[in-house]
């Protein structure tokens, strides 16, 4: 798929098919590296001690004896994402313990957010 029809074919797709089409791009990543005890699984809720966040893909794997979590938020926007999402991301981050956080976005992202 080139790469307009694949913006066509993101563009066009609901929000929950947009989340499982970037949990698929994520697992070939895994697949591809070859992620020891790699489980990837999503819309999760997490339940922690300020609340129950919703995580759009939540994936888990083994490297150094240790299991990293990995949180990773997808927005099918159609305007550039700002701070505010990249910050309620860094909470959940916290809130969860976990290791990393990805924030996928269709329309990329407002110039303070890469600053």
Not at 40 to 58: A, C, E, F, R, S
Not at 99 to 111: E, Y
Request: glycine share 8%; charged share 25%.
């Amino acid at each position: 798929m080139g790469d307009n029809q694949m913006q066509e074919y993101v563009c066009s797709i609901s929000p929950t098919e947009f989340e499982e089409y970037c949990m698929k791009i994520l697992n070939g990543y895994a697949e591809g590296e070859k992620l020891k005890d790699f489980k990837i699984t999503h819309n999760v809720k997490i339940p922690v001690y300020d609340g129950t966040y919703q995580i759009d893909i939540y994936a888990e794997f083994t490297a150094m004896s240790v299991t990293f979590k990995v949180l990773c938020e997808c927005k099918q926007y159609s305007k550039p994402v700002g701070r505010d999402k990249i910050a309620e991301l860094h909470r959940k981050l916290e809130s969860i313990g976990a290791h990393k956080g990805i924030l996928l976005s269709t329309s990329g992202f407002q110039s303070g957010v890469i600053e």
